[in-house]
């Protein structure tokens, strides 16, 4: 790589001064009409050679390769222009080999599938091998290459794996993974609001543990990219950079859908950009991120916003920002490193020096480490605390234990407040009382029971216990009303679909109304609704609404009160065990150690630091 980025350097410094003296290599008299050299290109090697300090030969060689990459540049253009074929240049990144240059022309009216085909021709691997990426994003089969932005003169990224069996295989589990973590993370954040209790399943969280409400169809997007981003993290710690990078952006995808003013509760976003832009420095093509700087500028922003000017907002909250320095360290080198590419050797020398500002205030010693490793804590942990107690390995023991404290307190608040909206309000507007519903389920009656009585009751225990002994079909109604999914309540006509979701459901081939409707029924549950479309072939189908007329003495309309209620406790426990599976997934894919994002041995960055200051 040292020899890479000695070239690239060469080419920058003659660049600019190509640009500052208005040399065109591609034109007289430097160039003759045959495309041979002249006197006049020797000479500017030559004086170039000696102002750079540098071999004759080696400046030629370089200046030559500029010369005929800008014939190469001016023929594709004037080609564009009369044939309408746009040209592209891809760096196809190869586990196992060096990264390669491919040069293709495509109409930009064709598919994208069709570019994706050609690459990996060209390449020679199957078609699927391929995930392309242009500006950020994975580019998609369909639509055309104009509509996912492409132009002439283009340049992509094409992420290869090996042909081995073993790497086909873990580029097939990779995005069978990825699809796995979405729709487990789209489960799990479409069923949260019907847990009395969700400290074991995924919520948001601001940086004091306070959790964070949302509208239903945002807090999808925002658990969903949250998911895949952590996922994204894993794999790139792993030098997995291929799949991280997939994942990361689409992780950028879902969280694209948030409002900023969301996005600006938590640092995620901002720590996401900062990921995509590491996964493009390690995968050697950060010169070839046409967005990686606006990414770091938006990162930068969005820190400020978070975190205050100086970090006083952050003090504030955590006591310290010595930890969220690892952020700003990664920052200021990514910085530092576009910076030099773009030839911006002032700023790029400033933010290096930043960087190693940052990283110097950043190490630990790894004895303390190991030490409070012994008491408990894990590494990234140790770690933690030592920054922010500036290596005091008791004042790092005591900061680590007040963090979890104020976690832990503020888990334990907003899980009393879950439990009360959980349990609902009474006939007189009151809060249902938890110390009665825990007195009334210490006496052997079920909690979801215990609490509609003392609804209907108004907080009266004896009359709850009487409601319940002496006239259960009361509750059993007004539980089906609540709870029975399969008949419309003057609630589920006030839902108003998510538009979104309408969407999702029209390109499944469903009819917008029945998507709407089907929506409705499932207060905006996508796979609720897809299970009611699907039931029903299409079409919803509604049941009659049961009503207090049905006559309980009845023995036909008894057992099908019996049955209907059966089947509605089947289905609460389906989608019960569905969640667990769901969460058990997840576990297992994405660790859930708190500010394990703050935390790295700083080797890499030491390493990237040392070979760009070599260069300036």
């Not at 216990?465 to 006030?494: F, G």
Request: glycine fraction near 4%; aromatic fraction near 4%; proline fraction near 2%.
């Amino acid at each position: 790589m040292e020899t890479n980025l000695q070239h690239e350097d060469l080419l920058i410094k003659l660049r600019a001064k190509l640009n500052e003296e208005k040399v065109k290599l591609w034109e007289a008299p430097f160039i003759t009409q045959d495309s041979e050299i002249t006197q006049n290109f020797k000479d500017l090697a030559e004086k170039y050679a000696k102002d750079l300090s540098l071999e004759n030969d080696v400046v030629h060689q370089a200046l030559r390769e500029l010369q005929l990459h800008s014939l190469e540049r001016s023929k594709e253009n004037a080609e564009y222009k009369e044939t309408g074929f746009a040209a592209f240049r891809i760096k196809a990144t190869i586990p196992g080999e060096k990264p390669r240059m491919i040069k293709l022309q495509k109409k930009l009216d064709v598919m994208g599938s069709e570019l994706i085909s050609a690459i990996a021709t060209e390449i020679g691997v199957a078609e699927n091998r391929v995930k392309l990426i242009f500006n950020g994003k994975v580019m998609k089969p369909t639509p055309s290459l104009e509509e996912q932005g492409l132009k002439n003169g283009a340049t992509l990224m094409a992420l290869v794996m090996a042909e081995t069996p073993e790497e086909v295989k873990k580029e097939d589990t990779m995005y069978m993974e990825m699809k796995t973590v979405r729709d487990d993370a789209t489960l799990l954040s479409e069923y949260v609001d019907e847990l009395a209790d969700d400290d074991e399943y995924m919520k948001i969280e601001d940086q004091s543990g306070k959790a964070v409400e949302l509208p239903a169809a945002e807090r999808r997007f925002l658990l969903v990219g949250l998911a895949l981003h952590e996922r994204g993290r894993i794999a790139a710690k792993q030098h997995d950079y291929p799949l991280a990078l997939v994942l990361l952006l689409e992780a950028d995808r879902h969280l694209g859908e948030c409002r900023d003013s969301i996005l600006r509760t938590v640092d995620n976003w901002a720590v996401l950009q900062l990921d995509i832009s590491w996964c493009y420095l390690c995968l050697r093509s950060l010169p070839h991120a046409a967005d990686a700087g606006q990414r770091l500028a938006n990162a930068e922003k969005a820190f400020t916003d978070t975190y205050g000017e100086d970090h006083q907002r952050l003090i504030a909250l955590k006591g310290s920002a010595a930890n969220e320095r690892v952020l700003l360290m990664r920052l200021y080198l990514l910085q530092g490193i576009v910076a030099y590419h773009q030839n911006k050797r002032a700023i790029a020398k400033d933010k290096l020096a930043r960087a190693e500002l940052e990283l110097n205030a950043l190490r630990v010693d790894e004895d303390s480490v190991l030490t409070l490793m012994e008491l408990g804590w894990s590494r990234a942990a140790a770690r933690s605390g030592l920054r922010a107690a500036a290596g005091d390995r008791e004042r790092a023991h005591h900061y680590l234990a007040d963090r979890r404290q104020q976690r832990e307190r503020a888990r334990e608040a907003h899980r009393r407040d879950r439990q009360r909206r959980a349990l609902g309000v009474c006939a007189d507007g009151s809060a249902v009382s938890a110390a009665l519903v825990e007195a009334l389920v210490g006496m052997g009656y079920g909690r979801r029971l215990a609490a509609l009585a003392l609804r209907n009751s108004n907080n009266h225990a004896a009359e709850a216990v009487r409601l319940i002994q002496e006239q259960p079909e009361l509750l059993a109604d007004s539980d089906l009303s609540s709870d029975d999914a399969s008949t419309p309540s003057s609630e589920d006509s006030q839902v108003e679909p998510d538009n979104k979701l309408v969407a999702e459901l029209e390109a499944m081939g469903y009819d917008t109304e029945e998507a709407k409707t089907a929506l409705r029924l499932s207060r905006n549950h996508i796979s609720g609704a897809v299970d009611r479309l699907v039931a029903g072939g299409g079409k919803v189908v509604l049941r009659p609404v049961r009503t207090r007329r049905d006559d309980p003495d009845n023995p036909s309309t008894s057992s099908g009160a019996v049955s209907k209620r059966k089947a509605k406790k089947h289905r609460r426990e389906k989608r019960k065990k569905e969640r667990e599976l769901a969460l058990r997934r997840l576990n297992a894919a994405i660790r859930t150690e708190e500010d394990d994002y703050l935390d790295t041995s700083l080797t890499e960055e030491e390493e990237f630091l040392a070979q760009y200051k070599s260069l300036l």
